[in-house]
């Protein structure tokens, strides 16, 4: 696990876009994991103006999102599909129909989960992974008590969870409390995950992921497994870590052995 601290978000969504170029540049059609929430947006900002600079094109990636609200039309203001649309999708050149979020609505959302599953393996797995963290540790909508093998899936979301996504709702509306979501197993399969996280309200969550112990208690734990996974937090977000110096020490020298053979620790 690569931990990289840096000062402000800016900083941390100028590394993830850097990471994101690189594979794009590297791998025009590439398969990316996408996520939703907050921490991307300025991500995803960077990536549309690299797109609209000619710098990178989407046209030939295909892309899969991390979850799905359950029952909720993929038309609603609220939907990731359509936070994914306002957000990212319209402004870059990417194929609509090579951008996939799990179909919350389906008749059969057993069966979803199954083909979810079926097409990441057919477009040869997820090179790319990106990922937020919640305040409970968990990563897409895997909560804590996740399995950690576990697959595309239906998932309750946690009482905490629920009061955390409350204010995108209004009081008339139903909020929803399940959702299909890509399982810890499917996260760990993906070639290279980046995890950002930015604030201090998300500081005890990252030093349990970091260095807390393997546990489905902290789902985010589980990327300590992962052969390749970039930890990118601001210094709000690394104040609870107890060896922070270390981190970018070794980053410091990360960046030295990228700079003299190309490649890092």
């Known amino acids: 696990m690569q931990i990289v601290i840096v000062k402000n978000p800016e900083e941390v969504a100028s590394y993830g876009a850097s990471i994101f170029i690189n594979q794009i540049q590297s791998k025009p059609d590439s398969v990316l994991g996408l996520a939703t929430g907050s921490t991307p947006l300025l991500l995803y900002k960077k990536l549309i103006a690299a797109c609209q600079a000619g710098t990178i094109s989407f046209n030939a990636v295909a892309s899969f999102n991390l979850d799905e609200y359950l029952d909720l039309p993929e038309e609603h203001p609220q939907s990731y599909r359509q936070f994914m649309e306002h957000e990212f999708f319209k402004h870059i050149d990417i194929n609509r129909s090579a951008t996939r979020v799990p179909n919350g609505c389906s008749e059969d959302p057993w069966q979803a989960c199954a083909e979810y599953e079926a097409a990441i393996a057919n477009k040869g797995g997820i090179d790319l992974q990106l990922l937020g963290i919640g305040r409970n540790g968990h990563i897409g ?15 309750t979301l946690s009482e905490a969870t629920i009061r955390d996504n409350a204010r995108f709702f209004t009081a008339e509306e139903q909020q929803p409390t399940l959702s299909i979501t890509m399982g810890i197993g499917t996260i760990l399969d993906s070639k290279k995950v980046v995890l950002m996280a930015t604030g201090k309200h998300k500081a005890e969550a990252i030093q349990q992921a970091i260095e807390g112990p393997l546990t489905a208690a902290c789902p985010a734990s589980a990327l300590q497994m992962h ?3 970039v930890v990118i937090i601001d210094d ?4 609870h870590l107890d060896y922070a110096d270390y981190y970018r020490h070794v980053e410091q020298q990360n960046q030295k052995l990228l700079m003299k053979y190309g490649k890092s620790i």
């Open 236 to 239: 709000a977000a690394a104040s």
């Open 227 to 229: 052969r390749d996974s």
């Open 141 to 155: 909508f895997n909560e804590p008590s996740s399995g950690l093998r576990s697959r595309t899936r239906i998932k």
